[in-house]
């Protein structure tokens, strides 16, 4: 019988999430995965089943890991202002810092594994966003709207700015750099949108 190697278990976690992130799920594979981990594919299998259950486990948790940060230091009793720039705040920091599970998550968002990733981060993420959102309706610091609307205006340029960070350049090529003057500039741009 083979022993488990937490060790190896974290290298195969990271070379998948890498792999995914930079080739698509289309280029991986558990030969390339065991290639790159530094280990044989007998070994991946100690771990997990298949494919398919390596891909799902750790989408469950690095989606867990996602939420927690994303809701940290928030409530959903906080003013509409405080609540979004603290999401503004975690969801920088995660994605600045994560580059490469945020990027795995966009492939699993446009594959087979979406609907088992999404009902994992969902269940606590939607009670305290939901709440959120109903008590700053109820305050009456933002009117009711479609969840689409809500996060399009939200969240959206927050990641336009992180993706023009990664990538190192704007719009026409100019070069760009994350800071939190300009995230903070954006942000009160939202505000505006969004309050009454």
């Known amino acids: 019988m083979r ?5 190896k278990q974290q ?11 930079k080739d698509g ?5 558990i030969n390339r995965l065991a290639k790159a981990a530094g280990v044989s594919p007998a070994t991946i299998y100690i771990y997990y089943k298949d494919k398919e259950d390596l891909l799902t486990s750790i989408s469950i948790e690095e989606g867990i890991k996602m939420t927690r940060a994303t809701l940290k230091g928030f409530s959903p009793e906080m003013s509409f202002r405080d609540g ?3 999401q503004w705040k975690n969801r920088a920091e995660y994605a600045l810092d994560n580059h490469k599970s945020a990027a795995f998550f966009d492939q699993l968002r446009n594959s087979a594994y979406r609907e088992r990733m999404l009902e994992t981060i969902t269940r606590e993420f939607q009670q305290n966003m939901g709440d959120y959102v109903e008590n700053a309706v109820a ?3 933002i009117e009711r709207m479609p969840l689409e609307v809500y996060w399009s205006v939200a969240f959206a340029p927050l990641y336009s700015l992180i993706k023009f960070h990664n990538e190192g350049q704007s719009l026409g090529g100019r ?3 994350f ?9 009160d741009c939202v505000i505006k ?4």
Request: glycine share 6%; aromatic share 12%.
């Open 3 to 7: 022993y488990r190697d937490e060790n």
């Open 11 to 21: 290298a195969i976690r990271d070379s998948a999430i890498e792999m995914v992130a």
């Open 25 to 29: 799920l289309e280029n991986f594979g």
């Open 84 to 86: 979004l720039w603290c």
């Open 139 to 141: 305050r009456g610091e």
């Open 175 to 177: 070069k760009f750099k």
């Open 179 to 187: 800071s939190e003057k300009i995230m903070k500039e954006t942000f």
């Open 193 to 196: 949108g969004l309050s009454k």
